[in-house]
């Protein structure tokens, strides 16, 4: 590989599909999609954004499925091959010392995170307002919650999956209450999981293009020799409502706020019938990506439409030299 993967898992069991023939786009969707359908489980109204991580051998995630009252929340699930899903009927509990941040009032767009000895869970959590609750799990049965890291109003907290300069670090957007207008990634750090601070700009809102409402983190970004590679989302307001895109980043490894590149066209935009219809129309959110150190495959988990998930492919070196050769920095 061109850009050396840096501390990652081999992954020979990953889902994976060769890029079609006769195209070539740097993302390719998965020929089958959805990956998983919207009626997956007998309660669910809708399954997207939503998170997967290689787990003993097969894989496991936190998904988003709201149900049919229309509240949001999370189920765990499991699969062999990252395709067929077995998703629990019932919510996700959490365990939580403090009963005022344990009360649960809803849960959606979650991210799992594999840190040192176990896996971190973030999600857009309810507490008087959106913010980003955390939690871990080393078996994903049982998952003990921490403190909120953010004051309301806060969304898409994405956790590095290593320690950066001897702190835990996370990306956030701040945002409202409501389906926020505006959007801007910043960065931040953490002693202990607990108090988070020395927060950074990392980037904001390209104008008159497809991310000139508001950006957002996507999946937990991939360390390579080259930096961090990250896959996050931009929202364009037309003339019929917000349009949701994916693009491609470069972080510095050492100081993750510095964006080193940045890429002007989308990698991923909604075009297919799954993409453009639905409960929200014209939405492509990654949330979760698989990456194979050995060969640089990544497979990225998408919502679609806020209805389905959608399965898409790249390889990190591609990624990489597309937002170098098309960057907006």
């Known amino acids: 590989m061109k850009y050396p993967i840096v501390s990652g898992q081999s992954l020979p069991n990953m889902p994976w599909e060769d890029r079609p023939s006769g195209t070539g786009d740097v993302v390719w969707r998965y020929s089958r999609n959805p990956v998983i359908r919207r009626d997956l489980i007998p309660s669910s109204n809708s399954i997207f954004n939503s998170a997967v991580v290689p787990f003993r051998g097969r894989f496991a995630g936190v998904f988003r499925c709201d149900d049919k009252w229309r509240r949001m929340v999370l189920h765990r699930g499991f699969s062999d091959d990252g395709l067929k899903w077995d998703i629990d009927h019932e919510p996700l509990r959490f365990t939580c010392d403090d009963a005022e941040i344990g009360v649960f009032q809803y849960g959606y767009d979650p991210r799992v995170c594999w840190l040192e000895d176990r896996y971190y869970v973030t999600w857009c959590n309810g507490y008087h307002g959106p ?5 871990w799990t080393h078996d994903f049965e049982h998952f003990t919650q921490l403190e909120n890291a953010f004051l309301p ?4 907290g994405v956790m590095f999956p290593r320690r950066v300069g001897g ?3 996370m990306l956030s957007r701040p945002s409202d209450t409501g389906h926020t207008p505006f959007g801007d990634v910043f960065y931040s750090e953490s002693p202990d999981m607990c108090f988070w601070g020395r927060h950074r700009f990392v980037m904001k809102p390209y104008p008159e293009s ?3 409402t508001k950006v957002g983190a996507g999946p937990i970004p991939i360390e390579t020799e080259a930096g961090w590679l990250l896959i996050y989302h931009g929202v364009l307001t037309s003339c019929n409502g917000f349009v949701y895109s994916a693009g491609v980043a470069l972080l510095d490894r050492d100081q ?3 964006v ?3 890429s002007g066209p989308y990698i991923l935009s909604p075009q ?4 453009c219809m639905g409960d929200v129309p014209n939405v492509v959110f990654p949330c979760a990506a698989l990456c194979d150190a050995d060969t640089g495959r990544v497979a990225v988990y998408y919502g679609a439409a806020d209805t389905v998930t959608g399965l898409a492919f790249a390889y990190t070196d591609e990624l990489i030299d597309f937002a170098k050769a098309n960057s907006v920095v």
């Open 272 to 275: 297919l019938p799954y993409e």
């Open 256 to 258: 993750p706020w510095r």
């Open 210 to 212: 497809w991310q000139g």
């Open 260 to 262: 080193l590149a940045r």
């Open 131 to 135: 913010t980003i609750g955390v939690a």
């Open 153 to 156: 109003y806060n969304r898409n």
């Open 167 to 169: 702190r835990y670090a």
